[in-house]
């Protein structure tokens, strides 16, 4: 096994990645790693590709995947994870904001240190306030929805033990929580380093302000779905068994007034005609409903398989 997998995500960045791949050469070589550098193409438009082919003529160390369309960043960080050979797994951007002198030092903190995940902290930002303002706003409520003390959940420069990537999967916009997901999957020690963030050098960045609203929707997603993709009937069992009851309630008190009211003697209402009847009936059946539907997930997860479904154009230097 080799000591260092980097994974680089590009998405037209042509002019950003010979000038990157010199730079990791020279770290790799200056400390004496064994190393891969995994480019994987995101369906740029641009000659980003034919620099990644240039590149990994000249060096055998390095190697290439290119999708035939934009998948998004996940789909690219989930697809070098199923094909790195290293010890330990770096990602880092392809724009040169990441610098990889910091490499070496987080190689040491899962090595020497133990750590599961070290994730990236920018603390000095050189974006805009449209973009800094908003992003603290994200890290804050991330960290309280995920018990995890991490200042910069979106920073693309981590590090990795090999087996923690091996055992996660990613898609849509979850990448900026990889910690979130680690953590869920028994891998809890994470830890955190300083990194530095440089200007973009060239072409422009390809985030939005809408990363943010498909960030928190994001978040309600994989907290969802890790805490009750192995239990559904967990999830929506209860939430039926409750509304079940709660009509059930409703409606046994309902017949037990119009039953004691006649009793009585006195004039009592129709039980079908009081709305809290109909509120009741709509109780019962929204319940058999979610419970039949724990029913249903349970039997679709226990005969559901992984399935990458991103089409790949090419590939360069993996052994296959």
């Known amino acids: ?9 590009v998405f037209n960045e042509q002019d950003s990645i010979p000038e990157l791949h010199n730079w990791i050469c020279r770290v790799m070589e200056g400390h004496g790693y064994s190393y891969e550098i995994i480019f994987v193409n995101d369906g740029s438009n641009d000659g980003s590709w034919n620099e990644i082919q240039k590149l990994a003529g000249l060096n055998p160390n390095v190697k290439g995947i290119s999708f035939t369309r934009n998948y998004g960043k996940s789909a690219a960080l989930d697809m070098g994870f199923s094909k790195v050979t290293g010890e330990v797994v770096i990602t880092m951007d392809a724009d040169l904001q990441d610098s990889p002198d ?11 240190d133990g750590f599961d995940v070290v994730s990236g902290w920018k603390k000095k930002r050189r974006d805009p306030i449209t ?7 994200f890290n804050g409520v991330t960290r309280v929805i995920s018990g995890i003390k991490l200042h910069d ?13 091996k055992n996660i999967h990613i898609y849509g916009e979850m990448h900026r929580y ?5 953590k869920w999957n028994g891998f809890s020690n994470i830890g955190e380093k300083v990194v530095e963030h440089r200007p973009r050098k060239y072409g422009e960045t390809k985030f939005g302000l809408e990363r943010f609203l498909n960030g928190f929707l994001d978040l309600i997603s994989v907290s969802f779905v890790n805490r009750y993709k192995r239990r559904p009937m967990h999830f929506f ?10 009509g059930f309630f409703i409606t046994s008190w309902l017949i037990f007034q119009k039953i004691y009211g006649l009793y009585q003697g006195r004039v009592v209402r129709e039980i079908t005609a009081q709305p809290l009847f109909f509120l009741a009936l709509v109780a019962l059946i929204v319940g058999v409903q979610l419970f039949l539907t724990g029913f249903i997930a349970e039997m679709m997860t226990s005969n559901s398989s992984r399935k990458a479904d991103y089409n790949i154009e090419k590939e360069l230097n993996f052994n296959n």
């Open 153 to 165: 959940f979106n920073c693309g420069l981590k590090a990795y033990k090999n087996k923690v990537v």
């Open 102 to 112: 910091e490499i070496p030092e987080l190689y040491e903190m899962i090595v020497r």
């Open 1 to 9: 096994m080799i000591q260092i997998s980097i994974i680089i995500p």
């Open 131 to 137: 973009k800094t303002i908003p992003s603290r706003f």
């Open 178 to 182: 990889i910690p979130l997901i680690a």
């Open 237 to 246: 069992g209860t939430l039926g068994t409750v509304s079940f009851l709660a």
